[in-house]
């Protein structure tokens, strides 16, 4: 499979810091685990109670864009079966070190667009938490709202985001370009801290 512009820019990330990317909140250089881990249930949680579902001990899950797997292994603990999906190999090789021997879970490196390794109608749930709102491309969330569509069996349920912000949704290079052009000129010699760049985990959501 050819790596992405995805893949590249996620990888790049997770060699950096993978937790600080895949929840800026954190401190960069100290960062705070417990509340980190701590951070994947209640954002399954909230994700659970804005529509209403809930996880039974015989279903599977697909988790799309797991990261390092915060909530992949609370789901885990509740269901049968979780299926792990992420477009980044890094991301995916730090989710199974930090996650060794969950029962049940299938680390999946995906290609970005779709959940090609699952069958129509083979799953109970999928969820998908500050993923979307990365992706600049619209036509792909919309590929992977078809594919939910897809692999759902009759009865599942859905539970992700999409940003409201416009912004998100420029490509990268203009974004890059853009803020390239209003960045000062003069960068603080010795700063290890990343400028805040397309991860923020808490843009304005809007829940699906
Ligand atoms: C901010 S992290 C969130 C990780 C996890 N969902 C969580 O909340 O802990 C975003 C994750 O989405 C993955 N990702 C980005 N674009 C993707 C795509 N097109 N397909 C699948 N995963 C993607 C990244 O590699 C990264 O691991």
Do not use: K
Not at 40 to 66: H, K, P, Y
Not at 96 to 106: I, K, M, R, S
């Amino acid at each position: 499979m050819p790596e992405t512009e995805a893949e590249r820019f996620w990888d790049a990330r997770a060699r950096e810091h993978a937790l600080f990317f895949v929840d800026n909140r954190l401190d960069y250089r100290s960062p705070d685990l417990e509340s980190f881990w701590a951070g994947g249930a209640e954002a399954l949680d909230g994700m659970l109670s804005a529509v209403g579902a809930q996880i039974r001990g015989t279903d599977v899950v697909v988790d799309i864009g797991c990261g390092v797997g915060r909530l992949t292994r609370v789901l885990a603990a509740r269901a049968r079966r979780v299926i792990a999906v992420d477009v980044s190999a890094e991301m995916l090789a730090r989710a199974a070190e930090l996650n060794p021997g969950l029962a049940g879970v299938e680390w999946v490196h995906g290609d970005g667009r779709g959940l090609p390794g699952i069958g129509d109608g083979a799953v109970d749930a999928c969820v998908s938490h500050v993923v979307f709102q990365h992706i600049p491309d619209p036509s792909i969330t919309l590929g992977y709202v078809r594919e939910i569509g897809r692999v759902l069996a009759p009865g599942g349920w859905a539970a992700f985001q999409v940003s409201t912000d416009p912004a998100i949704h420029r490509p990268r290079r203009a974004s890059a370009a853009a803020a390239a052009a209003r960045a000062p000129r003069i960068t603080p010699i010795g700063s290890a801290r990343p400028s805040p760049s397309a991860t923020s985990s808490a843009p304005r959501r809007r829940w699906a």
